[in-house]
């Protein structure tokens, strides 16, 4: 059974950032499709980004390209989400989810996702 674990939310004011890690256990990692998805208060569930795999492109959602950046280090079997220059509407819980590789068509629907984190709070707040 695959665990995964986020860590690195919390607060920070506008133009700040954040860096968070999500940690997998129990699964194959390292050929594994990643993805963060993020929930703001009274919304549904948002694709952020998604990777098939290490050796394939990487995916972002148009509101956060050029402003976060995902990274997998197979060999630790975590996955990053680097953000910068946060916005207000960055406010949410952000998810790690994970599951036997996806074609690209569904990376960005989150009921395909068999695996995911219990999530991590970030608030974007001056």
């Known amino acids: 059974q695959v665990q995964l674990v986020e860590s690195g939310g919390g607060l920070v004011p506008p133009g700040g950032s954040l860096r968070l890690s999500c940690k997998a256990s129990?699964?194959?990692?390292?050929?594994?499709?990643l993805a963060w998805f993020r929930q703001a208060p009274g919304k549904d569930r948002e694709f952020v980004t998604a990777?098939?795999?290490?050796?394939?492109?990487?995916y972002y959602a148009d509101s956060v390209k050029g402003r976060f950046t995902m990274s997998r280090d197979n060999a630790e079997n975590t996955v990053y989400l680097q953000m910068d220059s946060l916005k207000a509407e960055g406010t949410a819980v952000y998810y790690c989810?994970?599951?036997?590789?996806?074609?690209?068509?569904?990376?960005?629907?989150?009921?395909?996702?068999?695996?995911w984190g219990r999530g991590t709070q970030v608030t974007v707040s001056s």
């Open positions: 989810a994970s599951n036997r590789r996806l074609i690209i068509t569904a990376l960005r629907l989150s009921h395909m996702y068999n695996n």
């Open positions: 129990g699964g194959t990692f390292s050929t594994d499709t």
């Open positions: 990777n098939r795999r290490r050796d394939e492109a990487i």
